[in-house]
């Protein structure tokens, strides 16, 4: 069995000592995993990670050799002691792996003791803010492609073995297939690849190379083109050796262009592709893609049937990282708030949930950040977060309370998805949610408010701190 106990920043660990070693270590808390600006300036964010995160949890331990390593930085030996046994024993609810999410809405919350709240902070924000940002990501290249298939081709650029998650997270958010063997066979996702360069290069002759490879290979030979000259040499080698191979009952599946002038290239390819009477011979392109540059693609016409996706994709490039953040919001039943000079920084008091409300037409209206306890049917309005004369009504709306219990007593208690079905998931709830906010320029802002009772608990609290 693994123990995840030292996966933890170690500030975690001095804090859950001093909150043992003076007592504390039995408050009664809530936190809040949620974070605060979209990525890629975008709308909205793919929830993922969830699944991973709950199995990691599971097995959130601390092995001899473990507490050996922490006595070996002078923590207390009676704190050692309580370590040997520890295992998360809390609740944790959260919304749907898959689910579409907005900023500042609540999309975790942990309940249990300080301690075992405290110590899994860490390994919370790292699972779940990387697979979100890579889901995303995954998600807006997908809508670019407008129905053409993404492959993953990111393991070789991607952050160490963080590529295993990101795969996964990849497939969430809609990749067809990925190149990480050691992914696809974890979380059971379709493998796909076919050759590189070096395959053609360590032949003398290219159409050798290409021959070769399809004997070996029959039921999925895509021909890498543009080893030497993709018009002049790759795309009639690849003509030929369908020539030579339609006899035998055997079809060349597709050819890759991997640099060049890709719209160019990939409309001359298609060109003398049918002109041989090859029109179902697919063409794929890889190279430096993202969601800006296919796009761009298909704005000029580009013949291009599947894109092979790496680096960009497999690294959230250009943000770096999702600015997730968990957050104590209560404390042996008394509400707790952050306060900051940078208002995007200031915390919501006390257990909360999170109501969505759909329109007539069962597309997204608004997301309600209530408190835990409030009864749902009774919220006839909620109001904008800081502009007081801003209020919505929800009376009479279709709503959907979107935390779930995953783990009660430290035990899951609810199926965690498989990958397939988060995505499939993903694409049920994408249709919710109007066009103009997945825009990649200045996309339509979610609204989300608060519910009178959280409003007024939140004002009554800064009423207090300033008097």
Same mark, same amino acid.
């Given at each position: 069995?693994? %123990? ?6 170690? !500030? ?13 270590? $039995? ?21 993922? #990670?969830?699944?991973?995160?709950? *199995? ?33 024993? #809390? ?15 609540? +999309? ?11 110590? +899994? &902070? ?27 298939? +993404? ?22 958010? #809609? ?12 979380? %059971? ?12 290069? =360590? ?23 543009? $080893?030497?000259?993709?018009? /002049?040499? #790759?795309?009639? %080698?690849? +003509? ?58 298909? &704005? @000029? ?10 680096? /960009? ?27 900051? &000079? %940078?208002? /995007? ?11 969505? !409300? ?13 408190? =835990? ?25 279709? !709503?959907? /309370? ?8 430290? *035990? ?10 988060? !995505? *499939?998931?993903? @694409? *049920? ?12 320029? =200045? ?25």
């Amino acid at each position: 069995m693994k %123990n995840y106990g030292l996966y933890t920043d170690y !500030y975690e660990i001095t804090m859950s000592q001093a909150f043992f070693l003076s007592g504390k270590g $039995t408050d009664q808390t809530s936190f809040d995993y949620f974070y605060r600006t979209n990525p890629y300036g975008g709308g909205y964010l793919v929830f993922a #990670g969830l699944s991973d995160a709950i *199995e990691m949890i599971k097995d959130f331990r601390f092995s001899s050799e473990d507490l050996q390593f922490l006595t070996n930085q002078g923590l207390d030996s009676r704190f050692i002691d309580y370590l040997k046994d520890f295992k998360f024993r #809390g609740n944790i609810y959260a919304m749907r792996e898959g689910e579409i999410a907005f900023p500042r809405v609540p +999309i975790v919350r942990v309940e249990g003791n300080i301690i075992e709240c405290q110590l +899994i &902070e860490t390994l919370l924000l790292n699972i779940l803010n990387y697979e979100s940002l890579i889901a995303t990501k995954t998600f807006r290249i997908v809508q670019a492609a407008k129905g053409r298939d +993404i492959i993953d081709f990111g393991l070789r650029r991607a952050h160490g073995t963080g590529a295993v998650q990101a795969s996964k997270a990849a497939m969430i958010g #809609g990749a067809v297939a990925t190149s990480n063997v050691y992914a696809a066979r974890k979380y %059971n996702l379709k493998v796909s690849g076919t050759m590189a360069h070096s395959w053609v290069q =360590s032949f003398l002759d290219e159409y050798e190379a290409f021959r070769t490879f399809a004997e070996i290979h029959p039921d999925n030979c895509i021909l890498l083109v543009d $080893t030497y000259n993709t018009l /002049e040499s #790759g795309v009639p %080698n690849a +003509i030929k050796l369908a020539d030579e191979l339609k006899d035998k009952g055997i079809k060349v599946k597709g050819i890759r262009l991997d640099s060049g002038d890709l719209s160019y290239l990939s409309r001359k390819a298609r060109q003398m592709l049918d002109e041989a009477g090859y029109p179902d011979i697919i063409i794929t392109a890889s190279n430096q893609l993202n969601e800006y540059v296919i796009n761009s693609l298909l &704005e @000029q016409d580009a013949k291009i049937d599947a894109f092979g996706v790496g680096t /960009e994709m497999i690294t959230g490039k250009p943000d770096a990282s999702l600015d997730g953040v968990y957050k104590l919001s209560e404390c042996n039943g008394i509400p707790r708030m952050k306060i900051s &000079e %940078n208002i /995007e920084k200031v915390t919501l008091p006390g257990a909360k949930k999170v109501v969505r !409300y759909f329109d007539d037409h069962g597309q997204f209206f608004r997301d309600a950040i209530v408190k =835990s306890s409030e009864d749902v049917t009774a919220i006839t309005e909620i109001s904008h977060p800081s502009v007081d004369y801003k209020k919505t009504p929800v009376k009479g709306l279709k !709503y959907e /309370e979107l935390q779930k219990l995953i783990m009660k007593d430290g *035990e899951v208690v609810s199926p965690l998805p498989s990958t397939q079905e988060a !995505y *499939e998931y993903l @694409q *049920e709830r994408s249709k919710q949610l109007a066009d103009e906010h997945y825009r990649f320029i =200045s996309p339509h802002i979610y609204k989300v408010g608060l519910s009178a009772a959280l409003k007024q608990e939140r004002d009554d609290f800064l009423n207090r701190l300033s008097s």
